[in-house]
């Protein structure tokens, strides 16, 4: 079976990070605000909010850029938060002793957050085609009324007179 590659793959870089003791849904409050920034923006957006959940994943998008920089040689001006997601892990359950001999339950959850960063200086490069593209009709698109007109119908056959 041969594998396809996708175009992402040259283009984009992540980092896992596991076991990271904190509720997923204090991790998405911070993911949601950061997903589809720019790395800078999210940078400044990380360390400004005054979450508990915002230095894990700060070091977690640090450490896309370093992986970008480094491996890809990508510039950190041009990388976007593509993907962010956050999921849930193991639950760690822990026994408190408690009055009387009884013993109360403690759950510790956890979660894994991946962050993929993508360049966009590959997309600048074919930025004066979209033009081309953008005319074209897709389906479910707004642009039903437009008429694309081909004007090379007469020397491919696709047009024909009945006598």
Known sequence: MIKKKNKKSYTSVYALGQYISMSTHKARRVIDQIRGRSYEEALMILELMPYRGCYPIFKLVYSAAANASHNKGFK????????????????????????????????RSTCHITIVLEDISFYEQYKEYDEYFMYLKKPGSSNENKNLTCYDTYSSGGLWDKK
Request: glycine share 6%; charged share 30%.
């Open 76 to 107: 950190e001006t041009n990388l976007v938060i593509s993907k962010a997601e956050v999921n849930q892990g193991n639950t760690v359950k822990k026994l408190k002793p408690r009055a009387r001999g009884r013993s109360y339950p403690i759950k």
